[in-house]
């Protein structure tokens, strides 16, 4: 008998990729100090309109795809409480068609971006987002700085990263293009109608 159900290892597998790439660089100085975050995305990451590449679903990625092909994906930025990453540029998304019930009108939850509603089903649908250097780290770049918020609706282009797991996904963005803004919580609107 399994002692953990598929959501819980999922949540577990997806905590230990962010947790590696955020981690400490045995290259850093030992006194503790740390490269200050910037705000400031890299040149052409931020696109000005969407890419016309077809959308792939992130449950059908996670069973194809190798890394270093390209995708191109629409998702929410969500899938936890706090899904941006602070000082390094990692975040968490889910896929644009997974449904939020957090955004119904009887629903008044407070972080609805973190699907706590539909947290049963939402493995499948979850990915990484990382913007990298030269040696495939995380940028020391503060997303919430640069304008990226919880619930917004984002299309990324990029290549998968490493896959140790096939439940996780991990996308190397190329390029983002904000499709919607983080809706207001007394928004009735799901997050998911908005194409």
Do not use: D, K, S
């Given at each position: 008998?399994?002692?953990?159900?598929?959501?819980?290892?999922?949540a577990i597998v997806l905590c230990l990729a962010v947790g590696m790439t955020v981690g400490c660089d045995s290259s850093e100085p030992s006194s503790g100090s740390r490269e200050p975050a910037t705000a400031k995305l890299p040149d052409g990451m931020l696109l000005g309109a969407a890419p016309t590449a077809p959308i792939q679903p992130i449950a059908e990625l996670k069973s194809t795809a190798k890394p270093g092909d390209q995708v191109t994906v629409k998702v929410v930025i969500g899938g936890r409480v706090e899904p941006i990453v602070s000082r390094r540029a990692v975040m968490t998304v889910v896929d644009i068609q997974k449904s939020n019930k957090c955004y119904g009108d009887d629903d008044h939850c407070p972080t609805p971006w973190d699907y706590c509603c539909d947290s049963p089903d939402l493995p499948p649908h979850l990915a990484t987002v990382q913007l990298i250097d030269e040696q495939s780290k995380p940028l020391a770049l503060n997303l919430a700085a640069a304008g990226f918020k919880p619930g917004q609706v984002l299309i990324v282009q990029g290549a998968v990263g490493p896959r140790p797991d096939p439940e996780a996904l991990m996308i190397h963005a190329t390029g983002l293009f904000i499709a919607a803004p983080s809706p207001k919580i007394e928004d009735s609107k799901a997050v998911s109608d908005q194409d």
């Open positions: 008998m399994n002692r953990f159900p598929m959501h819980c290892r999922t």
